[in-house]
């Protein structure tokens, strides 16, 4: 069974705080990504990898940053927490040549991120 | 900018009904397209796939596509309560990239 693996489900972090978001996949896909999902606004890419140590810019990646040392894990990092980045956060990852050609997104169970 | 529209809803339909779903998307590059449920508080989930003009089943979920006027739907026959959901339409952009836009979504509730 396929599986994508958040650590934290509920998140509550002060204005001006770092916070590290960590995903973990167990079935070897080359390709990973976060998103964020807000009412109304729907999935937004924030960032992708398509192989270890490497990275591309998704829709909306200011204020993030990722990290991906390994094939399994990619991580999501808010350098300084704003109000504006509570939202819902999503891992996900596919097989290599993406969704465009046919491969399925899997995400994980989503990360609640509170910012007060 | 590429743009996936989706009806919000809700769309409420009694128990044994037929829901209809409709997405419009601007890509005409596009040529694989998702439908994906999302239970409230839950993540989505990959309900059909499709790339040919046409219909495709999958049990009591039809999805069709028509690509020169550039919609794609999702018929659910015979619906369930449990089929109460917000259903995303996702269609990852032409030109062998990764990035997949999300349609909002449409808020479906079956009445039992």
């Known amino acids: 069974d396929v599986k994508v693996t958040q650590s934290s489900r509920y998140l509550v972090k002060r204005t001006g705080e770092k916070v590290f978001l960590e995903c973990v996949q167990d079935m070897d896909h080359e390709n990973m990504f976060w998103y964020r999902q807000d009412p109304g606004l729907g999935l937004r890419l924030i960032y992708f990898s398509y192989d270890v140590k490497m990275k591309e810019k998704g829709d909306i990646p200011e204020g993030y940053s990722v990290s991906r040392e390994k094939k399994e894990r990619f991580s999501l990092i808010l350098e300084s927490a704003s109000t504006n980045q509570t939202s819902m956060y999503l891992c996900?990852?596919?097989?290599?040549?993406?969704?465009?050609?046919?491969?399925?997104?899997?995400f994980g169970e989503g990360s609640w991120l509170t910012v007060v | 900018q590429k743009e996936v529209e989706q009806n919000s809803g809700p769309l409420s339909v009694p128990e044994g009904a037929i829901a209809s779903l409709n997405c419009t998307y601007s890509d005409r590059g596009s040529q694989s397209f998702f439908w994906y449920r999302q239970y409230s508080g839950k993540s989505p989930e990959l309900i059909m796939f499709i790339y040919s003009n046409g219909d495709k089943e999958d049990g009591r979920f039809t999805a069709q596509l028509n690509k020169a006027s550039q919609y794609v739907s999702l018929l659910i026959r015979d619906s369930q309560p449990s089929d109460s959901a917000t259903y995303l339409c996702?269609?990852?952009?032409?030109?062998?990239?990764?990035?997949?836009?999300f349609g909002a979504g449409t808020r479906l509730f079956v009445k039992a």
């Open positions: 996702a269609v990852p952009l032409g030109g062998g990239g990764f990035k997949t836009i």
């Open positions: 996900a990852s596919s097989l290599a040549g993406g969704p465009a050609s046919g491969n399925t997104i899997y």
